[in-house]
DNA sequence: CTTTCGATGATCT
DNA sequence: GATCATCGAAAGG
C-alpha cells in the first residue's frame, strides 16, 4: 500500500501525516509537511525545468531531493503527474526505528530533535544527493500505511517570502515532534 | 522565552 | 551579485 502520489500536493500533503517513512530500516512518523506546486511562486518548479529540479518533473512517486542554504538536505516526494512540477517536503518525523543510528548521524540523543525540520530529517535518515530521484516504493525507502487517524491541522509555510499566505504547512495536532508548533 | 546572526555553496539573474 | 523550502549557537528579556 502506498500513497496516492497523483493526487495534487496540498492534498497529498495532509494524507502523508501519519505514515511512517523508514530508509533502510530508519525513520518514523510523518508528522509534518508542505505541498509545493508549479503555480506557486515559492516553489523551486515555478520557473520551469531545470538541473536542479528535474526529479520534481519526473514520475510521482519518486525523490527530489536538494541542497539547500549550501549544508543541509531536503527531501521531497514528486506528486500530481509526470512534467508537471509538483512535491511535497518532509519537514519532520517523530523517530520510531533506528533511533541509536539517527542519534549517531545527527550527534544528538534527544528525539526531540532528531528529525524536526526538513535538513534534520535528512540528516537522520542519511538521505543526500545520491537519493534524489529514487523511487519511494522499493528499498531503501519503505512507506507504511497509519494505524489510525490523526487530527491535522494547517498554516503557512516555513521559511519562504513567495505566496507565503498559502497555508500549505501541514502537521499532526500536538504533536511534540514538529520542527515548530502549528498555530 | 525571543531575536539575531554566521556558516556555506549551488543556483539563477 | 543576490537569493535561498535551514540549523545551531549566542545574546537579550
Not at 16 to 42: C, F, K, N, Q, R
Not at 56 to 64: E, L, N, Q, V, W
Not at 117 to 143: I, K, M, N, S, Y
Request: net charge positive.
Amino acid at each position: 500500500m502506498l500513497p496516492d502520489f497523483d493526487a495534487a500536493p496540498e492534498r497529498l500533503a495532509p494524507r502523508l501525516l501519519g505514515w511512517t517513512l523508514l530508509v533502510d530500516g530508519v525513520g518514523g512518523l510523518i508528522v509534518e509537511t508542505e505541498a509545493y506546486d508549479a503555480d506557486d511562486p515559492a516553489s523551486h518548479s515555478f520557473g520551469g525545468r531545470t538541473a536542479r529540479n528535474a526529479a520534481m518533473f519526473g514520475p510521482p512517486g519518486h525523490a527530489y531531493v536538494y541542497r539547500s542554504y549550501g549544508l543541509h538536505w531536503c527531501l521531497n516526494f514528486v506528486c500530481r503527474e509526470a512534467g508537471h512540477g509538483a512535491a511535497v517536503l518532509i519537514r519532520a518525523l517523530e523517530p520510531t526505528q533506528g533511533l541509536v543510528r539517527m542519534q549517531q548521524r545527527r550527534g544528538l540523543d534527544n528525539p526531540r530533535l532528531l528529525a524536526a525540520g526538513p535538513g534534520r530529517v535528512a540528516q537522520a535518515l542519511g538521505v543526500d544527493d545520491r537519493f534524489d530521484g529514487l523511487p519511494l516504493d522499493r528499498p531503501p525507502f519503505e512507506l507504511q500505511p497509519p494505524a489510525g487517524a490523526a487530527d491535522i491541522v494547517s498554516g503557512p509555510r516555513i521559511g519562504i517570502t513567495k505566496a507565503a499566505e498559502r497555508p500549505w504547512r501541514f502537521g499532526i495536532a500536538g504533536s511534540r515532534f514538529l520542527s515548530r508548533p502549528m498555530r
